[in-house]
């Protein structure tokens, strides 16, 4: 289970509501595109899917009805409709749909969309327990300022991934609710998982550039501290009998952790490899990061995706530039891939994907972000999710439900981005994630 989260003043955390910061993260042409659902009653009801009522097949409008999930309704002949599973962020694994599931665009994810035929649909969500506890250690590294890291190696695990943390962040990103439910499902499949702080997340900005960050490129030096602590970090764990010496590596981060994960992918390529000889990865994958600084796209050998935000919203990303960079890397005869995700509709209980919120907590939420006038008639977030955030700091007496909600607001914050399809953080695509890995590891 996760750690619990630090209580901190409601004004600061407030802020971090409204903060447009760097940390928290779309459909690559299935059909998708995030339009007018249809649904002609509220799209967030279902859960059971036990409501009755025959199709009114004279106005061709048809039932669907989700089961351990969310979406249930009544919806038009043609239009786009979302579905979500019931399952936990914490301590559960999504497992294939069944029903009607080969209607879905990914019948593998926790959520997806499909195109209502003219006939009642019917799907289950199927979940399975998955504990995961993290350990947690101090590590210095290379200088003597201790940063803390957090893993969890299973038995005969057939892999490792490292978690990067984005700008600001920090070792506990992997604990954070996307990207732990993206950890729930490597391990459930034999991976190995480990976050850790970046050099300048515990000493502040070293290079004068005004952010806290990993050094990711695009210059290559044998004094990279990052590089040079993992270096390390990794030599310490196979010392231990933890990671075994032929263990297969492979890297994700968000935003600058995202561009991280890229350079890493270089080192193999690089001209200081022989420093790093415990940094060699099999495939590597950056989320809500275009990876051009780095520019590992001219120079990496190494398996690349780009996981990419639909409606990115960070100056400093570019989507068009992520999708030149797989291409390229293609081109050069390197497998990439490039995913964008798109916007999807608020359901009432969405915020029960963070730890601690109950549904009908999220439910009265939801209701909020309606009475506020953020929700269109199709059920989509219409704001900015940072505009979002500073008209509740200014309002506050409008959102009792969510301002009561102070270990939470960040993570809030980030759900509403997800579903904005904006810089965040994002497991809709979790088993496509583990599914590029899955390519390259010859264990699998």
């Known amino acids: 289970m996760q750690t619990p989260r630090l209580s901190l003043g409601l004004v600061v955390l407030l802020s971090l509501l409204a903060a447009c910061a760097d940390v928290a993260g779309r459909d690559s042409g299935r059909g998708d595109s995030g339009g007018d659902s249809g649904d002609l ?27 351990n999930g969310y979406g249930s309704g009544v ?20 497992q294939p749909w069944t029903g009607d599931a080969l209607l879905l665009a990914e019948p593998n994810e926790w959520h997806s969309s499909f195109v209502m035929p003219a006939r009642d649909v019917q799907l289950t969500s199927n979940r399975q327990p998955q504990p995961l506890v993290l350990t947690v250690e101090m590590f210095n590294g290379s200088t003597s300022r201790p940063k803390t890291v957090r893993y969890h190696f299973p038995p005969r695990m057939r892999g490792v991934v490292l978690f990067s943390h984005g700008t600001g962040g920090s070792n506990s ?31 502040g900005d070293l290079n004068g ?17 990052d590089l040079r602590n993992l270096q390390l970090l990794f030599a310490s764990f196979e010392a231990r009998g933890l990671i075994a010496p032929a263990t297969p590596k492979f890297a994700l981060g968000m935003s600058n952790g995202g561009a991280f994960s890229h350079f890493l992918g270089t080192v193999a390529a690089s001209p200081v490899a022989g420093d790093f000889a ?3 990865f099999r495939a590597v994958v950056g989320y809500c990061s275009d990876a051009t600084a780095s520019r590992s796209a001219a120079l990496s050998t190494t398996p690349s995706a780009w996981f990419m935000c639909g409606a990115e919203d960070n100056p400093e990303v570019s989507n068009a530039e992520a999708q030149a960079n797989a291409r390229m890397l293609s081109s050069r005869g390197v497998a990439s891939e490039h995913v964008e995700h798109p ?24 209701a909020e972000l309606r009475a506020a006038g953020f929700v269109d008639a199709a059920g989509f977030i219409n704001g900015d999710g940072d505009a979002i955030g ?13 301002v009561r909600q102070r270990d939470s607001l960040a993570a809030i914050r980030s759900q509403v981005k997800v579903m904005r399809a904006e810089h965040s953080m ?13 390519r390259f590891n010859p264990g699998r």
């Open 426 to 438: 994002y497991a809709d695509y979790a088993l496509r994630n583990i599914a590029f890995f899955d």
């Open 75 to 94: 919806y038009a002949a043609g239009s786009t409709v979302h579905v979500w599973s019931a399952v936990s962020t914490t301590n559960e694994v999504v």
């Open 209 to 225: 550039d005004g952010k806290e960050r990993w050094f990711a490129g695009p210059n290559f030096r044998a004094d990279n501290v």
């Open 390 to 402: 500073q008209f509740i700091v200014d309002n506050p007496a409008r959102f009792p439900t969510i």
């Open 41 to 67: 009653r509220d799209s967030g009801a279902g859960g059971d899917g036990s409501e009755d009522g025959a199709s009114a097949d004279a106005t061709g409008t048809f039932r669907l009805e989700v089961v």
């Open 173 to 203: 990103y992997i604990q954070s609710a996307e990207a732990f439910a993206l950890a729930l499902a490597l391990v459930q499949r034999g991976y190995g998982v480990l976050g850790t702080d970046a050099e300048e997340a515990v000493a």
């Open 343 to 366: 916007p999807s509709p608020l359901y009432d209980e969405r915020f029960t994907r963070i730890e601690g919120i109950s549904a009908d907590t999220s439910r009265a939420m939801a």
């Open 278 to 280: 415990q940094l060699r």
